[in-house]
């Protein structure tokens, strides 16, 4: 996957690019990752990127040229790519669409600065728009180091030893299990002996109690939306009778 990224701030994409899993993905060259600097298209000895908005307000608009030259720059680096618009006002993105964009061979996206970009280039220039949630940040650019971190994680080979198809049934319907690593025992708190038994079958059965559970407290909208398998229905049932016996037991007076 080639991603194109316009922005003001290519600086941000440094410490991004050169940690962790997206630079293993670079170098096994899964993924290459190239900004463009939209200003380097703006004219004029000052390279003015932002102008007042029409019909008046507060704040500045980003002016479409420079956006414009930046994008059809992009466009012959990356001749095929979906145009992506990272706004407030996009579709909310998600694990389901991050998925779908890692099946794309190239991706551009367009980072907004200030109140936003001339609705002509969000009109001319954009497949998508797209958001990272319903809360207000200064740009784009973290918008998109999220999408570019999601989407790499569904390239093949991008992942270590965790293999993404996990996420596809899994983790999209429950939260994970609790993980516990060395010592066994920590500050007085020791490990679930399940876990040392080496009973496959145990451990597999207490870590989709342990996932339900959590789902449970943190997360009942999960448990909602999602069709619950028939052994996860056994131990909510289970849960039921437990707490049925307490309930029955207390009221004996
Ligand atoms: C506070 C200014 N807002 C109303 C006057 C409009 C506004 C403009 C530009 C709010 C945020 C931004 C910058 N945000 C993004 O470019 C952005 C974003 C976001 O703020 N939240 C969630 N996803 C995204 S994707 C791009």
Request: some cysteine; aromatic content about 8%.
């Given at each position: ?9 290519p600086?941000?994409f440094d410490t991004f690019q050169?940690h962790?899993?997206i ?8 993924i290459?990752?190239?900004t463009?600097?939209?200003r380097d298209?703006?004219e004029?000895?000052?390279r ?19 956006v414009?030259?930046?994008?059809r ?23 389901t669409m ?6 794309e061979?190239e991706?551009?996206l ?12 969000c009109r001319?220039?954009?497949?998508d ?5 319903d ?10 180091m999220?999408v570019?971190?999601a989407v ?8 270590g030893?965790a ?7 899994f983790s999209?319907?429950?939260l994970e ?8 025992e920590?500050e007085g708190?020791p490990?679930?002996?399940?876990l ?5 079958g145990k451990?597999?059965h207490?870590?989709?109690?342990s996932s339900?559970?959590r789902?449970?407290f943190k ?5 909602i939306?999602?069709?619950l398998?028939?052994e ?9 009778k ?12």
């Amino acid at each position: 996957m080639q991603f194109v990224v316009l922005t003001l701030f290519p600086e941000l994409f440094d410490t991004f690019q050169n940690h962790g899993m997206i630079r293993r993905a670079v170098e096994l060259q899964k993924i290459s990752l190239q900004t463009i600097q939209i200003r380097d298209f703006a004219e004029g000895r000052h390279r003015v990127t932002d102008d007042r908005p029409y019909g008046g307000g507060p704040g500045m608009v980003m002016k479409p040229e420079p956006v414009a030259g930046a994008m059809r720059s992009a466009l012959k680096m990356a001749p095929d790519a979906r145009r992506i618009h990272l706004t407030p006002q996009g579709r909310p993105f998600s694990n389901t669409m991050a998925r779908q964009l890692a099946k794309e061979k190239e991706l551009i996206l367009l980072c907004g600065r200030y109140e936003g970009i001339d609705e002509r280039i969000c009109r001319n220039f954009i497949d998508d728009e797209v958001s990272i949630g319903d809360y207000i940040l200064t740009g784009g650019e973290l918008a998109a180091m999220v999408v570019i971190d999601a989407v790499s994680r569904f390239i093949p080979g991008v992942l270590g030893c965790a293999d993404s198809s996990e996420d596809d049934s899994f983790s999209d319907c429950l939260l994970e299990h609790a993980h516990y690593t060395r010592p066994f025992e920590f500050e007085g708190d020791p490990v679930p002996e399940v876990l040392l038994s080496g009973d496959h079958g145990k451990i597999g059965h207490w870590r989709l109690q342990s996932s339900l559970m959590r789902t449970f407290f943190k997360r009942k909208d999960l448990l909602i939306d999602h069709a619950l398998t028939a052994e996860e229905l056994k131990i909510m049932e289970g849960w039921q009778k437990e707490i049925q016996s307490i309930i029955d037991f207390q009221q004996k007076e």
